[in-house]
């Protein structure tokens, strides 16, 4: 999953990000609110960390833009302000949650993995396709009742089938959402990527080729 991270605080920008990228998440960061406001309309994010106070444009026109050009993903907002107004202007532009600063890391990927359960559709801590689960709140995979062990970018794709069950997922959305901003695979990474996963599980049957078309994960996956 792929986040888009706002903040013109370069160190505690650099600190949320880090703190994504541990946890398994892919972060893009913007410092100004003109750029960020390009970004998260010519790239593909599932969700953003969005600081209200930012140059040349605020956070709240920065997330006016968002919802008017058709992005709906969740958005955290970030302020240094408790103020109850704040908190509506907020909500009224269409954020998901707020965070008041100074925080902990740890709420950061909290109310991330919260706000994108939520957007899965699926209020449940654990997701689950068949005998695969995914734990979204440790980020841990259990296949037939053992843990999985994935490497990064495995991780970031069947993560990415998680938050999307039964859905059809192209080799490009799948790219746009486990790379960042500058790394552009060849097309053929996804599928060594897609090979790699389905030796771990012992079957193809779980994440199924769309000829043509892409990926889809199989929500009834025999046992
Ligand atoms: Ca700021």
Request: glycine content about 22%; proline content about 6%; aromatic content about 0%.
């Given at each position: 999953m792929r986040i888009l991270v706002v903040e013109d605080d370069t160190a505690l920008a650099a600190q949320i990000a880090q703190a994504l990228r541990t946890a398994g998440f892919v972060a893009d960061v913007e410092h100004d609110g003109e750029a960020a406001a390009f970004a998260g309309c010519e790239e593909a994010y599932d969700a953003a960390v969005l600081?209200?106070?930012?140059?040349?444009?605020d956070g709240l026109s920065v997330l006016r833009d968002w919802r008017e050009a058709g992005h709906h993903w969740p958005v955290l907002v970030l302020t240094a302000r408790n103020r109850w107004s704040d908190k509506v202007a907020g909500f009224n532009a269409g954020a998901d949650d707020y965070l008041t600063k100074p925080f902990m890391m740890e709420e950061v990927l909290l109310r991330l993995r919260a706000m994108l359960r939520r957007s899965s559709g699926?209020?449940?801590n654990l997701l689950r396709a068949g005998a695969l689960e995914y734990d979204?709140?440790?980020g841990h995979f259990m296949w037939q009742g053992q843990t999985l062990q994935l490497t990064a970018q495995e991780h970031k794709i069947l993560a990415y089938f998680m938050h999307h069950p039964g859905q059809l997922i192209t080799r490009t959305t799948l790219s746009e959402h486990v790379y960042a901003r500058d790394l552009d695979p060849d097309s053929n990474t996804i599928d060594v990527l897609i090979g790699r996963i389905r030796r771990k599980l012992g079957t193809?049957?779980?994440?199924?080729t769309e000829r043509g078309q892409g990926f889809r994960l199989n929500m009834s996956e025999p046992r």
């Open positions: 600081d209200l106070g930012l140059p040349h444009k699926s209020g449940a979204v709140g440790t193809a049957g779980v994440l199924v």
